[in-house]
């Protein structure tokens, strides 16, 4: 069973930096693209930032320019680093990731629980 778990999330001060990791567990024989996606209070989910397995990325406008997405293959891991932090930055943080978990088999969508990331003074 394929999991996505986040860490590195927390209550920083704006201005300040946090970085994000995401590591997917279980059986699994390709990843494809990997990224985060966040959903603040009343609002809807949304994406911040991808980058496939040749190391291609996609930013939101918010987040250009202010984070970083990257990756590990081999550790199954995608990082966000984010700097510049602003108050409306707080949201959930979610992992997601497009894997096949056998060859063959179809590609799934797979989400992480989130992790909390606080942008205040």
């Known amino acids: 069973q394929v999991q996505l778990v986040e860490s590195g999330g927390g209550l920083v001060q704006p201005g300040g930096s946090l970085r994000l990791s995401c590591v997917a567990s279980?059986?699994?024989?390709?990843?494809?693209?990997m990224g985060w996606y966040r959903q603040a209070p009343g609002k809807q989910r949304e994406l911040v930032a991808i980058?496939?397995?040749?190391?291609?990325?996609n930013y939101a406008d918010s987040a250009k320019g202010r984070f970083t997405v990257s990756r590990d293959n081999a550790k199954k891991t995608v990082y966000l680093q984010m700097n510049s932090l602003k108050p409306e930055d707080t949201a959930v943080y979610h992992c997601?990731?497009?894997?096949?978990?056998?060859?063959?088999?179809?590609?799934?969508?797979?989400w992480g629980q989130g992790t909390q990331v606080t942008v205040s003074s």
């Open positions: 997601n990731a497009f894997i096949m978990i056998a060859p063959g088999s179809t590609w799934a969508n797979y």
């Open positions: 279980g059986t699994m024989f390709s990843i494809n693209y």
């Open positions: 980058i496939n397995n040749s190391g291609t990325t």
